[in-house]
């Protein structure tokens, strides 16, 4: 039961950091203060929705993050 909850967790951490990368693209591309854009972008609940604030892939240049924590 142990590896169950490791690889949970490993998988929560993960999709943690794949919203964080989100919110700097999203922080990047809207140019505005750090807090703001946080403040914007999680206060949507869903995914979809979070992700609908992002261009979509065919407009994204690699250029545009620049990921800070």
């Not at 949507?44 to 407009?59: C, D």
């Given at each position: 039961?142990?590896?169950?909850?490791?690889?949970?967790?490993?998988?929560i951490?993960?999709?943690?950091?794949?919203?964080f990368?989100?919110?700097?693209i999203?922080?990047?591309?809207?140019?505005?203060?750090?807090?703001?854009?946080?403040?914007?972008?999680?206060?949507?609940?869903?995914?979809?929705?979070?992700?609908?604030?992002?261009?979509?892939?065919?407009?994204?240049?690699?250029?545009?993050?620049?990921?800070?924590?």
């Amino acid at each position: 039961m142990d590896e169950f909850y490791v690889a949970y967790g490993k998988v929560i951490d993960d999709w943690a950091f794949i919203e964080f990368v989100l919110s700097q693209i999203f922080r990047s591309i809207t140019q505005i203060d750090k807090k703001l854009s946080a403040a914007i972008f999680y206060s949507e609940r869903s995914f979809q929705t979070r992700k609908g604030l992002l261009p979509p892939r065919s407009e994204a240049r690699p250029s545009m993050v620049r990921l800070t924590k």
